[in-house]
């Protein structure tokens, strides 16, 4: 049988804003199966039954869902920088710097993907795994190679991800076995980007994707930039990542007064715009982005791994940064899946700490709080991609894309006595896919405990 309504009634966890969870107990969630998005939110509904009687529209023809004491609802988790491809060598291969990282590592192993079977395989892989881990919503990097991105954006649409698509651009500074003509490569952007909307469907986009300026000529970027414009399209790429990539980034834009001014100088900087990394900016290059409304994708794990530096995210927030979330930067990060994102975050929000305190004398720095963190890896990487209005929260109005945590089924071990808060933060530190029951995006389970 099918039913028009969906309703969850139990505890549901989401981030208000920065500051601010909001845990509501004995809470109604109805959802509409037709549309997937939630259309009422009731708070401290102490008896399900006289409140259905009460709303009579939903007392028949609705599915009822009732969470456990040890069980509750939080927004989908938001990957906002992570490479498909690379999926194929994640958890290996973290004994260099990014730029002979990418020569030794990145570009044999993206440069397979010309094999459409090859790509086919790999990436039903890790879709799988990145929503068996909660990844509702992720902005993929894909690779050169026209055909192999669409069966990337094919793949996501049949498993039911919610995505941010990219074909890779670069046009300079690559080996000959991986590079792009100029002409090619703006090309093949601009039929990817027919391709993906010729999908028709809400839950994925094309993105510009200049790998970063290192590969990419100034022609190359001042036309990516006109595709955007023209499309009505985000643009990702990467910077200021490792100090060996912005000195050769300024070799070869010495025109340009700093690394994120190349960006803005070809017109890549907008408010539809998100870089990765963010490690080492000046106070200036953190003011262009806050006045071009520019997102940034924090990737700890992958700034420890890669050797790249300690991303101060709290100094960016003060400097007015708005749009800040958290990515995997898979495979510069090893693990694909953003509860280890948080928890990297954490180490390196810590490791900020420490440094404040023993180095500059300032014991009054506040590292980000749990808290901080779960809205980071979900209404903040909503912002980052646009997509605030849609999904992050569980407001009426916006899609169910929400992860069913159960905390007796798992990886966490609740010993008694612990508050709601103390289970939120045992599962953002303790938990694991395993206490993922179920997996929803604009209110289909994509995936979830057997």
Avoid at 128 to 143: D, E, I, M, P, V
Avoid at 222 to 251: G, M, W
Avoid at 297 to 324: I, Q
């Amino acid at each position: 049988m099918s039913f028009d309504y969906r309703i969850y009634y139990g505890t549901l966890v989401h981030s208000i804003s920065l500051s601010e969870l909001d845990i509501i107990s004995q809470a109604v969630l109805v959802i509409d199966n037709m549309k997937g998005t939630i259309v009422h939110l009731e708070r401290n509904v102490d008896n399900l039954d006289n409140f259905l009687a009460s709303h009579p529209n939903w007392q028949t023809n609705t599915e009822i869902h009732k969470l456990g004491s040890e069980q509750f609802l939080v927004p989908g988790f938001v990957d906002t920088h992570a490479h498909a491809p690379q999926y194929m060598f994640a958890g290996s291969g973290m004994d260099l710097q990014l730029l002979e990282w990418l020569e030794t590592y990145v570009f044999p192993c993206e440069s397979a993907f010309k094999d459409t079977d090859h790509a086919r395989q790999a990436y039903q892989t890790v879709i799988r795994r990145f929503l068996k881990n909660g990844t509702t919503t992720c902005s993929w990097f894909a690779t050169i190679h026209l055909d192999s991105c669409k069966q990337l954006a094919d793949i996501i649409h049949q498993f039911g991800q919610r995505a941010h698509i990219g074909k890779v651009n670069m046009d300079q500074n690559a080996p000959d076995y991986y590079v792009e003509s100029t002409n090619d490569s703006v090309q093949d952007t601009e039929r990817f980007i027919q391709y993906v909307r010729a999908i028709g469907s809400d839950l994925v986009t094309p993105v510009v994707t200049p790998r970063f300026a290192i590969t990419c000529s100034s022609d190359l970027m001042k036309q990516l930039a006109e595709l955007a414009e023209r499309y009505q399209v985000p643009i990702q790429t990467h910077l200021c990542e490792n100090p060996d990539e912005i000195a050769f980034t300024r070799s070869l834009f010495k025109d340009s007064r700093d690394y994120t001014s190349v960006y803005d100088d070809h017109g890549l900087l907008t408010d539809r715009s998100y870089m990765a990394h963010c490690v080492h900016m000046t106070d200036a290059e953190l003011d262009l982005l806050v006045a071009r409304k520019v997102g940034v994708s924090h990737c700890a794990n992958s700034n420890f791994s890669l050797h790249s530096g300690v991303c101060d995210v709290r100094r960016m927030l003060e400097r007015g940064v708005e749009k800040v979330g958290l990515g995997t930067d898979v495979a510069g990060g090893f693990q694909p899946s953003m509860l280890d994102a948080v928890r990297s975050s954490f180490f390196a929000s810590k490791t900020c700490k420490v440094w404040a305190r023993d180095h500059e004398g300032d014991k009054e720095y506040a590292p980000l709080t749990p808290a901080e963190l779960l809205y980071l890896a979900t209404m903040g990487g909503a912002r980052v991609l646009g997509l605030e209005e849609k999904i992050g929260s569980f407001e009426v109005g916006k899609a169910f894309d929400a992860l069913w945590i159960d905390l007796e089924g798992g990886s966490v071990d609740l010993m008694g006595g612990e508050s709601m808060v103390q289970k939120v933060q045992k599962f953002l530190f303790n938990g694991s896919s395993e206490n993922l029951m179920h997996v929803y995006v604009q209110g289909r389970r994509v995936a979830g405990r057997d």
